[in-house]
């Protein structure tokens, strides 16, 4: 790859000057309050709902409603969007890494990974990581499509599956409204795991074999949820020893919400039954959580495994 492609690739992800001089705010950021986000979700819980009911009143049968390669052409849109959101918050953290450093000495920040996971006190929601996470906000109503494909082709609509979606879009906001410490790592990691997902998903999806290629996913998975618990525990750290970290209400308030969902019997696939049974399960309900989905969708995995 050529320096020219690198330096241009560098340029509009991470130096662009609408992404350098982005900043959240009610006048210049689109879903960016909080009569948005309510209505939005309610919106979201109230489509599925209905296409549901209607569906399970008109279809008498089992059969789905075609959707032909729909679902595989927005498994690829967010498979590319995550792995573009990777890149961009990637480069955006280093550039403001570069460009912020000398004024740590004002703060109890000494090395890049504090920063990364504990934003000094009075940071605000402007400039390159805050845009990629506002693109990855933005996203979060992309995947609530994913509920409607699932209820057009199987007529089902899991509880767990709205509560997932809807704790994701609300966290998200959490984020930019509260300049919330750790969702730097936090967008990695996620847009890291649904790269792979989606893109796997869009490749089985047209009848490409992939019957090996799930356990190399629930790995990758099981590592990041590992990384994760040990973040969450630096941040607490870093708050309690270092002179407080930015948003850490929010914070707070994100862990709980990511670990609520992990309780109820029945959480991601409907024919998971044995959600609760077995070493590896209980292993994933003794850690910190992704952000909630991915939580699901690794254990659907599991059992599956398990069963096999």
């Given amino acids: 790859m050529s320096t020219a492609l690198i330096n241009s690739i560098t340029y509009f992800l991470s130096e662009h000057p609408y ?3 982005f900043r959240w705010s009610n006048s210049q950021s689109w879903g960016s309050t909080w009569s948005f986000l309510f209505t939005s979700i309610s919106l979201y819980i109230a489509v599925s709902s209905s296409l549901h009911i209607l569906l399970s009143a008109v279809r ?6 075609p959707l032909g390669h729909i679902p595989e052409i927005h498994s690829l849109l967010m498979s590319i969007l995550s792995a573009t ?3 961009g918050i990637l480069l955006s953290a280093a550039a403001e890494i570069r460009d912020t450093r000398w004024l740590w000495r004002r703060s109890k920040t000494a090395t890049p990974l504090q920063w990364l996971l504990c934003f000094p006190l009075g940071t605000r929601p402007s400039g390159r990581v805050f845009f990629w996470s506002y693109v990855f906000y933005l996203t979060r109503f992309l995947h609530m499509f994913r509920t409607i494909f699932a209820v057009l082709r199987s007529r089902r609509l899991a509880v767990s599956q709205l509560f997932c979606n809807s704790v994701m879009a609300f966290t998200s906001f959490l984020w930019l409204e509260f300049s919330q ?3 730097i790592l936090a967008i990695l990691s996620t847009t890291l795991v649904y790269s792979v997902v989606y893109g796997y998903r869009f490749w089985t999806g047209f009848g490409l074999p992939g019957s090996a290629f799930p356990s190399f996913v629930v790995n990758c998975q099981l590592v ?8 969450h525990a630096g941040v607490l750290t870093m708050h309690l020893f270092k002179g407080g970290c930015n948003g850490i209400g929010a914070w707070g308030l994100n862990s709980v919400l990511n670990d609520i969902p992990q309780y109820p019997p029945k959480c991601g696939d409907r024919g998971n039954k044995g959600l609760h049974g077995g070493s590896w399960t209980r ?3 003794s850690l910190y959580s992704l952000p909630s989905e991915n939580a699901f969708w690794i254990r659907g995995k599991i059992i599956k495994s398990e069963k096999t």
């Fill in 60 to 65: 008498r049968s089992n059969r789905s409603v």
């Fill in 19 to 21: 992404i350098v001089g």
């Fill in 181 to 183: 410490s750790y969702q």
């Fill in 85 to 87: 959101i990777f890149a």
């Fill in 224 to 231: 990041l949820v590992g990384c994760n618990l040990v973040s």
């Fill in 283 to 285: 292993m994933i309900k």
